[in-house]
């Protein structure tokens, strides 16, 4: 795997040099470029490490205290979770680089709003994959592995619930990221992820059920959020009363109207029948509520117009 990376390097190398002149190699060495570049390396490193020691921290926790299958029942959830969340990501993949860009050309007007549609998106996208599996998860993991493992369906749930924070949260982390002044974020973001499995340890010690990890997992994905609120009200690249109101206030809206409906006819139905009924009633619901909470005016008209326009060609 390493020699096919080298390989696909040298590649992209020699097409580059043959096709674009631009392109040409050369050492420079600037002392202070070389420091603010390896502080920045370091501290993403530090933040990094964190982030593995608290996923893998975890899944040593519950193999001590509970074994093989809770940590199958945990590799099963995180399996769903990564399927889940390709989608969003690769959307994800697409703002990284303007956020950099505004801040970098110090258009902090656009940026914060580039940054609140980012995070609202987000969550909508994850949530509109997400939701309909959590209130089939049952069904799906059954159909999927016949056999379940115990814990397997609450896992799956909390983690998504993880994920759903996070994807709301990480535009936020990407704009702290192009300010540069990562050391005393990263700092307390390590502290804040290493809580998990100081928390974890002290719950599961007490005799709590595995599921408490996760619950922990979510508890600190939120402290994780606000704490990236504060360093990115801190250096102005967002205001956190207009953030909460444009973003986390309409979120929380969305969820509150679209999932109870559809929660409660799930209790009804089981298998396909289930989970056709609860999705199609779920997807109705969050168009309508999306469409009249989760989007800002300038964003409805663009949807109408998008709308007016795939019209008018069918009709050409």
Same mark, same amino acid.
């Given at each position: 795997?390493?020699?096919?990376?080298?390989?696909?390097?040298?590649?992209?190398?020699?097409?580059?040099?043959?096709?674009?002149?631009?392109?040409?190699?050369h050492f420079v060495f600037d002392k202070n470029t070389f420091y603010s570049?390896?502080?920045?390396?370091?501290?993403?490193?530090?933040?990094?490490?964190?982030?593995?020691?608290?996923?893998?921290?975890?899944?040593?926790?519950?193999?001590?205290?509970?074994?093989?299958?809770?940590?199958?029942a945990m590799g099963i959830s995180t399996q769903v979770n990564s399927a889940v969340n390709k989608f969003v990501s690769n959307f994800q993949t697409a703002f990284m680089p303007q956020i950099t860009k505004l801040y970098a050309i110090g258009d902090f007007e656009h940026l914060r709003k580039l940054i609140g549609q980012?995070?609202? !998106? @987000? #969550?909508?996208? &994850?949530?509109?994959?997400?939701? *309909?599996?959590?209130l089939n998860i049952d069904f799906v993991l059954k159909l999927w592995l016949k056999t379940v493992?115990?814990?397997?369906?609450?896992?799956?749930?909390?983690?998504?619930?993880?994920?759903?924070?996070?994807?709301?949260?990480?535009?936020?982390?990407?704009?702290i990221h192009a300010t540069g002044k990562v050391k005393f974020y990263n700092i307390v973001m390590s502290i804040a992820l290493l809580m998990n499995i100081? !928390? @974890? #340890?002290?719950? &599961?010690?007490?005799?709590?059920? *595995?599921n408490v990890v996760l619950v922990i997992n979510v508890c600190v994905g939120i402290l994780c959020f606000a704490i990236r609120l504060l360093f990115a009200g801190?250096?102005?690249?967002?205001?956190?009363?207009?953030?909460?109101?444009?973003?986390?206030?309409?979120?929380?809206?969305?969820?509150?109207?679209?999932?109870?409906?559809?929660?409660?006819?799930?209790?009804?139905?089981?298998?396909?029948?289930?989970?056709?009924?609860?999705?199609?009633?779920?997807l109705c619901l969050f168009t309508v509520v999306v469409y009249f909470i989760g989007l800002t005016r300038s964003e409805k008209e663009g949807v109408l117009k998008a709308i007016k326009a795939k019209i008018f060609i069918l009709k050409g």
């Open positions: 795997r390493f020699s096919v990376t080298v390989v696909i390097a040298l590649f992209y190398r020699i097409y580059c040099k043959c096709k674009f002149s631009e392109c040409k190699y570049l390896t502080s920045y390396a370091g501290w993403n490193l530090s933040a990094n490490i964190a982030l593995i020691a608290r996923t893998q921290g975890v899944n040593i926790l519950l193999n001590i205290f509970y074994g093989v299958t809770v940590n199958a980012s995070s609202r !998106f @987000s #969550f909508l996208l &994850l949530f509109a994959l997400a939701c *309909p599996l959590m493992p115990e814990y397997s369906s609450v896992f799956c749930i909390l983690i998504l619930i993880y994920s759903l924070v996070e994807a709301a949260s990480k535009p936020v982390g990407l704009a100081i !928390f @974890s #340890f002290i719950f &599961l010690r007490l005799g709590f059920s *595995p801190y250096y102005k690249v967002l205001k956190i009363a207009e953030f909460i109101r444009s973003v986390i206030f309409r979120i929380v809206c969305i969820s509150v109207f679209v999932v109870p409906v559809p929660l409660y006819i799930s209790r009804y139905y089981n298998q396909w029948i289930g989970f056709f009924v609860t999705s199609s009633i779920f």
